[in-house]
């Protein structure tokens, strides 16, 4: 199981934190994280609506947080999945 420290690295476009994920705890092909290698991802994690978003590409930072629309459908609908 890797350390779960606060690493920067580790906050998704999103804001959720990815060292919670299960993709990147597990052992075997793990996932560096939304803004890390796309070496292990699952699909559906290369294709992310949310970090593939071409308004959040515009933005300085990288974080949905600095978005016009912020927060969007988008953002709302994984939040309710979290809950």
Not at 15 to 21: A, K, P, V, Y
Not at 36 to 60: D, F, M, R, V, W
């Amino acid at each position: 199981m890797k350390n779960n420290s606060l690493n920067s690295t580790l906050i998704a476009p999103c804001g959720m934190n990815c060292g919670i994920c299960l993709a990147y705890q597990r052992d075997k092909n793990t996932c560096s994280g939304c803004l890390g290698e796309n070496s292990y991802k699952p699909p559906y994690c290369l294709h992310c609506i949310i970090k593939n978003c071409e308004i959040l590409a515009q933005t300085s930072s990288g974080f949905c947080y600095e978005c016009i629309k912020y927060p969007c459908k988008r953002l709302r609908q994984l939040d309710k999945r979290y809950r």
